[in-house]
Every structure is written in structure tokens, then in C-alpha cells.
DNA sequence: TGGGGTTAT
DNA sequence: ATAACCC
């Protein structure tokens, strides 16, 4: 890495070499093949010469927050911390801290198992995720300081793209300190780090990044957690979990091999869920390396070109999705489950009161939602939790009312829920519903410009859809009897 | 199994 | 609207 003198220009100028990198390179284990599309060397831009990093390989970080909701109740209520605590949700230990575990205690385990095990263990309820997902947020705005590529994963997981950040500090360098730096944490297998090898470098500077970020959420919100930093989003987030409570683990490239094959299952594999594990079993694949070898064709034909090529990528370690930056929410939910709810009067008080919330929460977010969905579960004696789900459009007339603060949107809102509701189950029947939901999703960016007459008819998308600066033209959700 | 989320079809 | 995935 040559620290740039040449063309006598401001540093900050032509970055673009570093962008086609940032959403560049699978940089998997097979077999050191380097990517093809990637030159060598020097690459002109313009009228200068600008070094190509060695590789396209990126430096990503998934972090991983200790049982997260046991965290901020400990937090929350400083008398639990050295006592074993389980989170309840219903009748489940939904997660607990490490005293808990070491006395037996499992995520997702029955409460009455839970207390047979381990009766000492304290429960606080989970079922309100509000002090969660404000946390969670913090966290993730946290992380944004690094660097704005930040993708969530659930409240308690996120990850973090810091191929910039490392091409950044790497110049900072001086040449004797190159031959000097120092991996904070743990390297998998124990391998042993090349000075040399401008890939070991920088991934040991992601390792200090990691550790920074660790430090900053323990010293700003008392959080502690595991990160895990390798050259994409699935081995950062395999290697996350090798060392666990609060420590952290970087894979170094010759490492990745072992990492993959450490896996017992291929159900293991992010990304591998429930349906296609279930799949894979039929066809006699059951670890890694039988879906590695398994016949590509043949996967396709069974699983579909998309996911058979996907998945089997991920099989050697190999996973070229970008980081995307989550932002905001696309939706807010909030949901009630219960043994049996049989009369449309019941329904339409636990209705009430998931959108209560919910109002609270738009109003706080500032965007609006432009839909509104309705979800239930029916009961059935063993059909594997099929949800059903209506939505329609908000009238502009009541998106307006929302966000003021007070409830005058409710009424029009709880009607058209209602009218969701009886479509989807015929309230002349008898019924047996074991869960409720409400969602406000299709959310836009709150209309302060003012317009003319002719704008209402024709306007440019203020949606942050994220299609890039494209610029499209909708319709109004306005009929056009409103004028 | 809870109470959330996301993207693809 | 559903189905898959993630926590």
C-alpha cells in the first residue's frame, strides 16, 4: 500500500475505486481462484494513477448483542443482575441471561420447564418490545457513527460494511507500524497471522474497529456483545458466535474451510431456513459438504435456479450480498396472541388495542403509513401456523389525521380493520382465532411542500424507496371525486 | 413457540 | 396475498 503522494491532489477526491469494491467480491474459500472480474496493479482514472486495493475482498462486521432483551431488563432494574433472569413472553422463557443458562435454561424454553429446572429463576415479562426496540435503534445509530453501512438483523444483531473505513486508517500507517499491527480479539482456528498479506492486515484493522465498536456500546449504553469480522456477511456472522459471551473472533481467508465444516447441519447455514432444510433432507443432502457436491443441475430443478444457486454459493463460504443499510422501518407491527378468541366483540377490543399502540408509534416515527393490514392465526389442530392477512389503502382524508398527537384517527381506522376482519372470517360462523395483528406499513415521508391544484394530480415520488434518485411519477392514492 | 422484522414471487 | 427467510 503506497501512501499516495503522486498527482499533488486533495485526498479526498476519486474514491471510486473504493465504491466498486464496496459492493464487489464473494471472496469465499473456494479454492484461492481470485475473482475474475478484478484487475491487478494500477488502474488510470482520468489523468492519474490510482493504486487498486490487492483484492476486492471487503471487511465486514456482524455484531451480536448477549441475550439482549435479558440485557436491558438488567439494565433497566440493576437488582436482576447477578440473579439467574428469564424474559417471558406468554408462557415461554423467550431468552435469559448467562446465570440462567449455566442452571440450565435454554431459549424458547416453556416457562413450567423453565421453573423445573431452575427454581430460583426470576421472569420478568417480555411481551411489550417498546424498551427493546428503542435500545435496539440506539445500537444501530450507534454503529452509524463507523460507518453509515449499517444492516439490521432482528433488535439484537447488526452488520456493518468497514471495507472504507480499513482502506481509510491503512494509509494513516506508517510503514514500520504495517509490519506491527495487531489483531484485537480472537483469530479463528488460531491461525497464524502473514504481516505480509495485505488481506491478514486488513482484516486485523477491522478487528480494532470491532473492538471500538464493543467499546463505545458498553461505555454509551452498557451493552455488551460478540462481533465477528471476515470478508462477507456469512462468515462474519458464522465466526460471531465462536467465542461467546462479549468476545470477538476474525477469520482470516485460509481459515474459512473449517469455519463452513465446523457446521454439524446444513439448517445451520443463515440463509438455509426450515422449508429448504427440509428439502435438502429429502434429496439425501444433510451437511456441507453434500450440498457443496451435490449436483448443481439437479438442485435447480428441485429448489429453483435462485435459491439452488444461493444457497449452494454459501455451501463454500460464499455469499456476495451487499450490507444495505436498513434506515428506518419499512413497517410497524404489533401483535397479541391468545388461547382462543371466538366473538367479533372480543376481536375488535384486542384490534383496539394493538392500534392504540401502534398510533403512538406512527406519530413518534413522523413518516406516514399509506397501509393498513390486518393479520390472524386461526386455530387448527396441528397445520403448521399458516397466517392469513387482508390490507388496503389508508384514505387520504385519515392519513392526515395521523401524527397530531391525539386519537382522531382511530375511529375511521378501527372501521376499516373491522371491515378487514369480517372479510376475511365469516362472523355468521363460528370461528377460533389464536392471534391478532396489526401492521402500518407503506410508509412516506411526511408532504411539506406546498403544491398548487395541478399537484395533486401529478407529483413526483417523495417516497424513499431507496430507487436510487429515480425519479417516478405516481397517481395520488386521491380519487379523484375529492375535487 | 413469541413478538417482532425483511425480501421475493 | 402468500411464502420464505432472519432474530
Known amino acids: 500500500v503506497e501512501p499516495e503522494e503522486e498527482g499533488g491532489r486533495d485526498e479526498e477526491e476519486d474514491e471510486s475505486w473504493v465504491m466498486a469494491l464496496a459492493d464487489a467480491g464473494a471472496t469465499g474459500c473456494s479454492q484461492g481462484a481470485p475473482e475474475p472480474e478484478e484487475p491487478g496493479g494500477l488502474t488510470g482514472f482520468h489523468d492519474q494513477v490510482v493504486p487498486t486495493p490487492s483484492s476486492s475482498s471487503r471487511v465486514i462486521v456482524h455484531l451480536d448483542l448477549d441475550c439482549f432483551y435479558a440485557q436491558v431488563e438488567m439494565i433497566s432494574n440493576p437488582e436482576l443482575k447477578d440473579k ?83 482502506e481509510k486508517r491503512l494509509p494513516q500507517l506508517q510503514s514500520d507500524e504495517l509490519s506491527s499491527v495487531t489483531v484485537s480479539g480472537h483469530v479463528y482456528n488460531n491461525q497464524s497471522i502473514n504481516l505480509q498479506d495485505i488481506l491478514h492486515i486488513r482484516l486485523l484493522v477491522g478487528s480494532q474497529i470491532a473492538a471500538e465498536m464493543r467499546e463505545a456500546m458498553y461505555n454509551q449504553l452498557g451493552l455488551t456483545g460478540c462481533a465477528g469480522v471476515a470478508s462477507n456477511k456469512l462468515l462474519a456472522k458464522l465466526v460471531s458466535g465462536v467465542f461467546k459471551p462479549n468476545q470477538q473472533t476474525v477469520l482470516l481467508p485460509e481459515s474459512c474451510k473449517d469455519l463452513i465444516h465446523s457446521l454439524n447441519h446444513i439448517k445451520e447455514m443463515p440463509g438455509i431456513g426450515y422449508k429448504t432444510a427440509k428439502r435438502l433432507e429429502a434429496l439425501g443432502i444433510n451437511s456441507v459438504h453434500d450440498l457443496q457436491t451435490f449436483s448443481s443441475k439437479i438442485l435447480e430443478k428441485e429448489l429453483g435456479i435462485s435459491v439452488a444457486q444461493r444457497i449452494q454459493k454459501l455451501s463454500f463460504g460464499e455469499d456476495n450480498s451487499p450490507v444495505t443499510p436498513s434506515g428506518p ?76 398527537g391525539n386519537y382522531d384517527a382511530m375511529t375511521p381506522i378501527l372501521d376499516i380493520l373491522m371491515k378487514l376482519f369480517r372479510n376475511m372470517v365469516n362472523v355468521k360462523m363460528p370461528f377460533h382465532l389464536t392471534l391478532l395483528s396489526v401492521c402500518f406499513c407503506n410508509l412516506k415521508a411526511i408532504n411539506t411542500t406546498k403544491r398548487g391544484p395541478i399537484d395533486n394530480y401529478l407529483t413526483p415520488s417523495l417516497s424513499t424507496t431507496s430507487h436510487s434518485g429515480k425519479r417516478s411519477f405516481k397517481m395520488k392514492d386521491t380519487h379523484m371525486e375529492d375535487f
Open 84 to 166: 439467574p433472569l428469564g424474559v417471558q413472553q406468554k408462557y415461554l422463557v423467550v431468552t435469559c441471561n448467562y446465570e440462567a443458562r449455566k442452571l440450565g435454561v435454554k431459549k424458547l424454553m416453556n416457562v413450567r420447564d423453565a421453573k423445573e429446572k431452575c427454581p430460583q429463576l426470576v421472569l420478568v415479562n417480555g411481551e411489550d418490545l417498546t424498551r427493546y426496540r428503542e435500545m435496539s435503534y440506539k445500537v444501530t445509530e450507534l454503529l452509524e457513527e463507523f460507518s453509515p453501512v449499517v444492516e439490521r438483523l432482528g433488535f439484537d444483531e447488526n452488520f456493518v460494511d468497514l471495507t472504507e473505513v480499513v
Open 329 to 404: 422501518p419499512q413497517s410497524f407491527s404489533e401483535e397479541d396472541s391468545f388461547k382462543k378468541c371466538s366473538t367479533e366483540v372480543e376481536a375488535k377490543k384486542k384490534i383496539e388495542e394493538l392500534l392504540g399502540s401502534l398510533l403512538n408509534r406512527v406519530c413518534q416515527d413522523g413518516r406516514k403509513p399509506h397501509t393498513i393490514r390486518l393479520v390472524i392465526r386461526r386455530y387448527s389442530s396441528e397445520k403448521h401456523c399458516s397466517r392469513e392477512t387482508r390490507q388496503c389503502p389508508i384514505p387520504s382524508h385519515v392519513i392526515q389525521k395521523l401524527g397530531t
